[in-house]
C-alpha cells in the first residue's frame, strides 16, 4: 500500500464571536485571514480560514464563528490541543506579547523531548505552541508586530482525547499510514514521513474523559491531506473497505472531501490539496472579499445584511 496521506491539511474548530475570533488570529497570534467566507449549511454564519500566505496546507485553522453560541467543552472523542511550530528563542517574545493582549497561558512543558507553551483562545480553545525539536523549515506569515524570527510556522501536531488507543491507533497506522513513533504515560506519539511539518498526531488514553459539549471553544473536526482527487478516492474505498462509513466527495469549493468518525469519535476528514484557495481570489488580496459558494451568490444581499460586520 501506497501512503497517501500528507500530514494535516486543517482543523476547523467552532467561535462564538466573529470579530473577538478575527482579532485574536489574525492580530494577536498575526496568521493571514486566507478566506473570508460561510458555512455551507448555515450561510449566515461566517467561515474563516487562517493560515500562512498562501493558505497551506499544515497551516490552516478555520472557524465556524456561531453568534452567541456558549462555551463549551472538551471531552472524550475530541481533538482536545492543536500545537503551533514556532522558531526556538521566541517563547519569551510570546510570554510576553500574551501578557500585554490578556492571553490566559499555562506553565512550560515538556513532552516528547520538545517545550510546549500553553493557552487558550478567548473562547478557551487549547493551543500550544511548541518549538519543534527536528527545527521547521517553513516560513511563517508576518505582521508588524510579528517578524519572521517568532511568527508560527504552521502545525505541528493535534492531541486527540480517546478512552481507548487500539480501535483509533489501527485508523493512524493502517489506513492513514502513520506509524506510532513514541509513547510518555498515558500519551502516545504517531507521525507519518511523508511530509515534514504538520505530521503528529497524539491520542491522550483518558478512560475517565467526561463528555464533551461541541461549542465554542472546541474543535469540531481535523482534517487529513491528499494531493489530488485520485488518491482521495483511493483512500475512500481503503476506508470504505475496513467497515467505515464515509460520505462520498464534497467540494468545498478550495478542496475537496471526505468525512468519517473514527472508532474512537473524532470527526475525521479527508481534504485534497486541489484547487486552492486562489482560485477566486489572487494571492496578494487574500481574504479580503467575503466570498460565497455558488449556490449562494444570488442571495448576497440577504447574506451580508446577516453576518456580522469585521471592523479591521
Excluded: C
Aim: aromatic share 10%.
Amino acid at each position: 500500500m501506497t501512503n497517501k496521506v500528507l500530514g494535516l491539511h486543517h482543523i476547523t474548530a467552532i467561535a462564538n464571536l466573529a470579530q473577538r475570533n478575527y482579532d485574536f488570529y489574525s492580530k494577536v497570534l498575526g496568521l493571514r485571514m486566507v478566506k473570508k467566507t460561510v458555512n455551507f449549511d448555515d450561510p449566515g454564519t461566517y467561515h474563516f480560514y487562517y493560515g500562512d500566505e498562501k493558505g497551506s496546507a499544515g497551516t490552516i485553522l478555520t472557524f465556524f464563528p456561531w453568534e452567541g453560541i456558549g462555551r463549551g467543552r472538551n471531552g472524550v472523542g475530541m481533538a482536545t490541543e492543536l500545537a503551533y511550530s514556532v522558531p526556538e528563542g521566541s517563547l519569551n517574545f510570546w510570554t510576553a506579547r500574551f501578557g500585554e493582549n490578556n492571553v490566559l497561558t499555562g506553565e512550560v512543558v515538556e513532552r516528547f523531548g520538545e517545550l510546549y507553551y500553553p493557552f487558550l483562545d478567548p473562547d478557551g480553545l487549547n493551543l500550544s505552541l511548541v518549538v519543534p525539536k527536528a527545527g521547521d523549515a517553513r516560513t511563517g506569515w508576518t505582521t508588524k508586530e510579528v517578524t519572521q524570527d517568532v511568527a508560527s510556522k504552521g502545525f505541528h501536531n493535534t492531541t486527540l482525547t480517546l478512552r481507548e488507543l487500539d480501535p483509533t491507533a489501527k485508523v493512524l497506522t493502517d489506513l492513514l499510514g502513520y506509524q506510532q513513533v513514541a509513547e510518555e504515560g498515558n500519551r502516545y506519539r504517531f507521525a507519518t514521513d511523508t511530509v515534514d511539518s504538520a505530521n503528529i498526531i497524539d491520542i491522550l488514553v483518558d478512560p475517565n474523559a467526561g463528555r464533551a459539549i461541541n461549542t465554542a471553544g472546541t474543535n469540531h473536526h481535523i482534517a487529513f491531506r491528499v494531493k489530488n482527487d485520485e488518491d482521495q478516492l483511493e483512500l475512500r474505498e481503503r476506508i470504505m473497505s475496513a467497515g467505515l462509513q464515509i460520505t462520498p466527495q464534497i467540494d468545498r469549493d478550495y478542496f475537496h472531501s471526505l468525512y468519517f468518525r473514527e472508532p474512537g469519535g473524532v470527526l475525521f476528514e479527508i481534504a485534497t490539496d486541489n484547487p486552492g484557495f486562489d482560485v477566486d481570489e489572487p494571492l496578494d488580496s487574500l481574504g479580503s472579499a467575503l466570498k460565497l459558494p455558488k449556490q449562494y451568490e444570488g442571495s448576497r444581499a440577504e447574506i451580508e445584511k446577516v453576518l456580522p460586520q469585521l471592523e479591521g
